[in-house]
Each structure stands twice: as structure tokens, then as C-alpha cells.
């Protein structure tokens, strides 16, 4: 029997991007095509999936729009954007060092930011998997994967 508790499709909304950097444009295809290769995302109310999920900022809200695969809507989940601005911040930040130190510093320092930027990745994908408690079951993984799409959603060019 094929899982049906996950994400098939993922689309995200684009409008209020202008351009992004390569490295964002490389960790967002590649949070993509992992998430699409393994994740768990049971959403409360009973549905089967596989699911089309939607992923949009609307209002200083993070908004999961999750449709069938005939694109029929199952529901929505909103959540506030607040609660993740200081840790997508201090991703941001700890980012831009890694790839700063990437290019010049000791691979000692460049681990050292690396295991800093992992775990506020973690915090990032501990703190959705909360927010999303009894709306929807996701693993640590596939709440990774999704931090660092919502991560994306607040890239302003």
C-alpha cells in the first residue's frame, strides 16, 4: 500500500519576491525535492492524501493551503507569522556568515557556524511542529524541510 500521508506537490506564492540570491534559490530546490522525496504530513480531520500543500505569507500570517491531488481544498492552516520572525532573523544572520566564512575562514570556524545555523534550524522546525500540534503530523524532517521554505517565503529580494 503507497503512504498517503504525505506532500506530493508543494507550490509556494511568489508574489512579493523579487529576486533571491543563488544560495536561496539552491536551498529552496533542494528543500523541495527532499520534501517531495520523503516526508509525513497527516493533517487532522481524517483526510487521505497524498496532498498538494499551497504555502503563502497573507496578512503576518503563514498560510497551509491543503488541497487533494485534483486541487480540491481540504483546508486551511494559518499561523502567525510573529512567532517566527526572530528565529528566520537569526537563520538569516547565521547564514550569511556561514557563507561569508565559506569563502575565507578555517574549516574549523566554518563548522563551528555550521553547527550554530543547524541548530536554529532545528529550534526553526521545533517551533512549526508546535504551532502545528493537532492540525497537522509532520516528522522532524519533513518540519525542517518546511522551515526552510517559510524561510524562503520571507526572503524580500
Known amino acids: 500500500m503507497p503512504h498517503t500521508q504525505r506532500i506530493a506537490n508543494i507550490t509556494m506564492d511568489e508574489k512579493s519576491v523579487v529576486r533571491r540570491s543563488p544560495q536561496v534559490e539552491h536551498e529552496q530546490k533542494v528543500a523541495i525535492f527532499d520534501l517531495l522525496e520523503e516526508n509525513k504530513f497527516a493533517p487532522a480531520g481524517g483526510f ?3 496532498y498538494h500543500l499551497h504555502m ?3 496578512e503576518d500570517r503563514l498560510v497551509f493551503d491543503i488541497r487533494n491531488e485534483e486541487e480540491n481544498p481540504l483546508g486551511e492552516i494559518a499561523l502567525s507569522a510573529r512567532s517566527f520572525r526572530r ?3 537569526d537563520y538569516f544572520l547565521v547564514c550569511e556568515s556561514y557563507f561569508d566564512a565559506i ?4 574549516p574549523s570556524q566554518i563548522e563551528a ?3 550554530g545555523r543547524r541548530g536554529l534550524h532545528n529550534e526553526g522546525a521545533d517551533l512549526l511542529r508546535d504551532r ?3 492540525k497537522v503530523e509532520i ?3 519533513t518540519a525542517r524541510r518546511l522551515f526552510t521554505l517559510i524561510c524562503v517565503l520571507h ?3
Open 87 to 89: 528565529i528566520i532573523k
Open 113 to 115: 557556524i555550521d553547527m
Open 48 to 50: 487521505t492524501g497524498p
Open 155 to 157: 526572503v524580500r529580494g
Open 139 to 141: 516528522d522532524l524532517d
Open 103 to 106: 569563502k575565507t575562514k578555517a
Open 132 to 134: 502545528l500540534d493537532g
Open 56 to 58: 503563502r505569507i497573507e
